[in-house]
């Protein structure tokens, strides 16, 4: 399983993912530059990503509090996930995200 | 400059780790002051998850971060911690008797053989929005804080946000400016129901405008704003004039100026050893989510076990000539005496 993240630089990382992983975390521990300061609680909004085309569909739905905080960010857009809230699954397999401005530690 | 305030410890950060680590050092009757830059305490807990249950606190199967923190608290009383509230601590210094002295953006000076810091992912500071050129308003007649309400008396004021700080902000100082905006990204609000319903009570009577939006750009000249341009859903871009703009667009962490106190780091943490917790500075110790070394978790629970190993240092350099003895709480009538809980309990 992997997933595909683009950074803020627009440079794109091919990462081996782990089912059952939160999708901030394997970001992280890839060394990205993701902030995720709250450590995945859904309490900040530093792990903000954009999903690209139909991965979205493919998303669990937001639940109020991850949209609560996204809207604290100032660069949500309408495909805007928080990672923390995205679970690896063998669906997501390829999904491809990219990494928001307000993401970087 | 005020006079120096002398303790035997000084805690940066009232988080958790800051909090018990009053209670290792009180053990030890080491007395603490604590800075914080948050106007209670609690840290993280407070700010960012007050309301989330943690399930890794020994002895807790659930608590949420407001409960733990109000039982550190409870726990701490005994030892009667100073608080510093709304302070950031931001210079430090070493003296010639080897004491370190401390001073605050707020201009208190404190003075101890021990500083301890426990400051999380660092200070909260105030998130800013991306608009362009803001910087240059910034103190002037742009802010992300109320130090005084006097100072918006008369003004035409923008207040921008969503959460209890925007809407308290806004009925606090309603009554005393010339005229009132409210900007939120959308209709709904994330601070308490009995604001939110008294903001649009206001509204309603026509002594305060809310306007759903972003804002987007600012005008005015020599740091004094003039107009604020929003872009709304329904009316597109309108300019709201005013004269002081304050925005509340949340906290985010910053290790801010303890980067400065010369001290080695490791991206943005400090290296500790794993004896006493000491930095590379002897006589400053780090303790919890900022500290480093190798194999750290960042849990609250290893926060605690390095306050107590901690402690054993800062006494034995608080109190080079006497020896330190180990004592159990459960036994020991000297270490309940200090808790207060000798009388009442003794059998």
């Known amino acids: 399983m992997q997933i595909n993240v683009t950074d803020q630089n627009g440079k794109r990382h091919e990462l081996e993912a782990i089912e059952g992983w939160q999708i901030m975390e394997i970001i992280r521990d890839y060394g990205l530059p993701i902030k995720a300061e709250c450590g995945g609680s859904c309490c900040c909004a530093t792990c903000h990503v954009y999903v690209t085309g139909d991965w979205l569909d493919k998303l669990y739905p937001m639940r109020d509090d991850e949209d609560d905080m996204l809207d604290e960010t100032f660069d949500r857009e309408d495909n805007s996930r928080l990672s923390c809230q995205l679970i690896m699954s063998e669906e997501l397999d390829g999904i491809e995200l990219t990494l928001s401005d307000g993401a970087r530690p | 400059m005020s006079e120096a305030i002398k303790t035997d410890v000084i805690i940066i950060g009232a988080g958790p780790c800051g909090l018990f680590n009053v209670f290792e050092l009180g053990l030890l009757d080491l007395k603490c002051h604590l800075v914080d830059i948050l106007d209670r305490p609690g840290g993280q807990c407070?700010?960012?998850?007050?309301?989330?249950?943690i399930y890794d606190i020994p002895a807790w199967p659930v608590i949420s971060g407001q409960e733990l923190t109000d039982r550190l608290m409870e726990q701490i009383a005994p030892f009667n911690p100073v608080f510093h509230f709304n302070q950031m601590a931001s210079e430090l210094k070493k003296l010639d008797n080897g004491h370190w002295q401390l001073k605050t953006d707020a201009d208190t000076v404190l003075e101890a053989p021990v500083i301890v810091i426990s400051a999380g992912g660092g200070s909260f500071m105030p998130k800013k929005p991306p608009i362009p050129g803001l910087e240059e308003y910034e103190g002037k007649s742009v802010f992300y804080s109320v130090r005084q309400m006097e100072a918006f008396r008369d003004h035409d004021l923008v207040i921008a946000g969503g959460g209890d700080s925007a809407l308290d902000w806004a009925l606090n100082l309603q009554?005393?400016?010339?005229?009132?905006?409210?900007?939120?990204?959308?209709?709904?609000?994330?601070?308490?129901?009995?604001s939110v319903n008294k903001?649009?009570?206001?509204?309603?009577?026509?002594?305060?405008?809310?306007v759903i939006g972003n804002i987007k750009q600012v005008t005015g000249e020599n740091g004094q704003v003039e107009s604020l341009s929003v872009k709304t859903k329904d009316q597109g871009d309108i300019d709201l004039s005013c004269s002081r703009f304050l925005a509340f667009y949340g906290l985010t962490m910053k290790l801010g100026p303890v980067a400065e106190f010369g001290l080695n780091l490791h991206e943005n943490l400090i290296p500790v050893d794993t004896e006493k917790f000491q930095t590379s500075e002897p006589g400053i110790f780090a303790v919890g989510d900022i500290n480093y070394y190798p194999g750290k978790l960042k849990l609250i629970l290893s926060g605690f076990h390095e306050a107590a190993?901690?402690?054993?240092?800062?006494?034995?350099?608080i109190h080079p000539d006497k020896k330190l003895r180990f004592q159990y709480t459960t036994s020991s009538s000297d270490l309940q005496n200090k808790l207060g809980v000798n009388d009442k309990d003794a059998a």
């Open chain 2, 46 to 53: 407070a700010e960012l998850y007050p309301e989330k249950p």
């Open chain 2, 175 to 194: 009554p005393l400016v010339k005229s009132l905006t409210l900007v939120h990204r959308r209709d709904d609000f994330r601070a308490a129901p009995d």
């Open chain 2, 199 to 210: 903001m649009r009570a206001l509204v309603a009577d026509g002594k305060m405008k809310l």
């Open chain 2, 309 to 317: 190993l901690m402690a054993q240092e800062a006494f034995r350099i």
